[in-house]
């Protein structure tokens, strides 16, 4: 009976795998650094990889598809906010104003509590050099 060799087979697949991804990848950003434009023809040819490959990698393909939409200024806007939603600049002011005494309180409380930590560290110092005094009478 022959030995089942399938992991090596399973194991050079996913080698393969990998590095067709990382190269199609490496393709990918360096066009895009160059300002070359990205379609999935010139990424395949690039990367050495073919278009139906490209189009069943759901991420590589959203990344070439806002690629090619940001280039070519299609790239869809955001929905514009209701005016219902839409905070007002009386809200805002105020909004500001109460993070900003939010701030203060909390840069006054944190001064209070350093203070505290210096007296008692000074009194845990003061503790320690006396009862070392105390201990060698």
Do not use: C
């Not at 050495?48 to 869809?76: C, F, H, I, M």
């Not at 009386?90 to 210096?118: G, K, P």
């Amino acid at each position: 009976m022959r030995a089942d060799n399938s992991h090596h087979i399973t194991a050079a697949a996913r080698k393969r795998a990998a590095v067709t991804r990382k190269r199609a990848i490496v393709a990918l950003r360096r066009m895009d650094n160059a300002g070359r434009p990205v379609t999935f023809d010139a990424l395949a040819r690039e990367a050495k990889v073919s278009r139906s490959w490209l189009y069943n990698q759901p991420d590589l393909r959203a990344q070439v598809e806002r690629l090619r939409a940001r280039r070519n200024g299609t790239a869809p806007e955001p929905p514009p906010v209701p005016d219902r939603q839409r905070a007002s600049d009386a809200s805002l002011l105020r909004r500001l104003e109460s993070a900003t005494e939010r701030v203060r309180h909390l840069e006054a409380e944190n001064h209070q509590l350093r203070d505290a930590l210096a007296i008692a560290l000074g009194e845990q110092r003061v503790a320690a050099i006396l009862g070392d005094a105390h201990d060698a009478l």
